[in-house]
């Protein structure tokens, strides 16, 4: 497992635009498709985190985490 990501994070830093001129030409291409994927995929997972903590799902699951808190943590008086 450390072998795939050691060699993607490598794949991924090879692709970015500050080493373009230390490319060979066959996979700057590709290196530079890899690079740009990647940060769409990390842009769109940062959007669809924010979606679902917006949702009326999330919304009901806050009110229902506050009873139960609420229930296993009566008040002190």
Not at 3 to 23: K, Q, S
Not at 32 to 57: M, P, R, T, W, Y
Request: hydrophobic fraction near 40%; include cysteine.
């Amino acid at each position: 497992m450390w072998r795939v990501l050691l060699t993607t994070w490598i794949a991924y830093g090879c692709g970015h635009p500050a080493l373009d001129g230390y490319r060979p030409p066959g996979i700057d291409r590709p290196l530079q498709l890899f690079h740009e994927h990647v940060n769409a995929a990390a842009q769109d997972g940062k959007k669809g985190i924010a979606a679902i903590g917006e949702s009326s799902v999330m919304r009901y699951l806050k009110g229902y985490v506050a009873r139960v808190d609420a229930q296993l943590r009566p008040d002190s008086r």
